[in-house]
């Protein structure tokens, strides 16, 4: 048997093209990251400590700059675990049942992908600000949700709630649910059946779900941006505290700020890769 063959097949070496494309699409591949990637971040990284640590951890002690990772961190707090109960119930719904209007739940989950921020901002002050829909009804009661975290947290809401369900669906989908329907012919009320049957094999790709769905909530910009009024250290999330420190020319503040989000983002990434690496080799 040849050099290099498996077990009843023999493996032939690449060929001299073959070898000059496999060595250029890699090279492509990397200097794209690279470019993309990997100097933006350096750069970034490099402007935050342009005046050392000591300046770095100046600019976060700032009190507007921790104001905003309160509000981020707070974000985040309310915004996932909501988007983890969504997801959930639409997956399991879309996975389990036939109902009508399926195609147009499937539909709408997907919306948020094809809808820019921006505009999903917009709606919302469209309807909750002082001239909205329920504008009026609002400030009777003095309640405020544009320009206040409420609206921050819907506009939130809005752009991230597909990651976990998008996630959960094709896996569900693909498990079936044989299992669930024997504990249920046994006599397990739903509930149980859900924690001990469906949310173990679920456990991973949910968790994946939940850590892509916390990384766009940290680093959502636009409608926030649009629904937040930029109060300083009051409606400033840390993606918006950047854009305002950059524009009074602040640049150690504002980069250092970026720095933190960029650290949270590779957290992220090792987060998604460890998920990734353990749901391959435990298996949903």
């Not at 049957?197 to 959502?220: D, F, H, Q, S």
Request: a positive charge.
């Amino acid at each position: 048997m040849a050099a290099g063959a498996s077990v009843g097949t023999e493996v032939r070496p690449l060929s001299r093209a073959a070898r000059i494309t496999r060595v250029a699409m890699i090279a492509v591949s990397v200097g794209f990251l690279g470019l993309l990637l990997l100097a933006p971040l350096g750069a970034v990284l490099v402007q935050a400590l342009a005046k050392g640590f000591g300046g770095w951890f100046g600019a976060l002690e700032d009190p507007d700059t921790i104001a905003s990772i309160k509000l981020t961190l707070l974000t985040a707090a309310i915004v996932v675990p909501a988007n983890t109960v969504f997801g959930i119930c639409a997956a399991w719904a879309i996975a389990r049942f036939e109902f009508r209007g399926k195609s147009l739940l499937v539909t709408l989950i997907d919306l948020p992908f094809a809808v820019s921020p921006v505009i999903a901002g917009l709606v919302l002050v469209f309807l909750f600000g002082a001239q909205g829909w329920f504008g009026q009804w609002l400030q009777e009661r003095d309640i405020s949700i544009i320009f206040a975290v409420p609206g921050i947290v819907l506009a939130t809401i809005f752009i991230s709630f597909p990651y976990v369900a998008r996630e959960l669906i094709p896996l569900m989908q693909q498990q079936g649910s044989d299992e669930e329907v024997a504990a249920l012919s046994l006599g397990a009320r739903p509930w149980v059946m859900f924690i001990r049957i469906t949310l173990p094999k679920i456990r991973w790709g949910l968790l994946y779900g939940v850590i892509l769905c916390n990384a766009r909530v940290m680093g959502e910009f636009g409608a926030v941006s649009v629904v937040s009024g930029h109060i300083r250290g009051v409606t400033n999330t840390m993606p918006l505290q950047v854009e305002i420190l950059y524009n009074e020319y602040n640049f150690v503040a504002a980069f250092a700020v970026a720095s933190l989000l960029a650290l949270l983002a590779i957290l992220t990434l090792v987060a998604k890769t460890l998920v990734e690496w353990r749901s391959g080799t435990g298996g949903h």
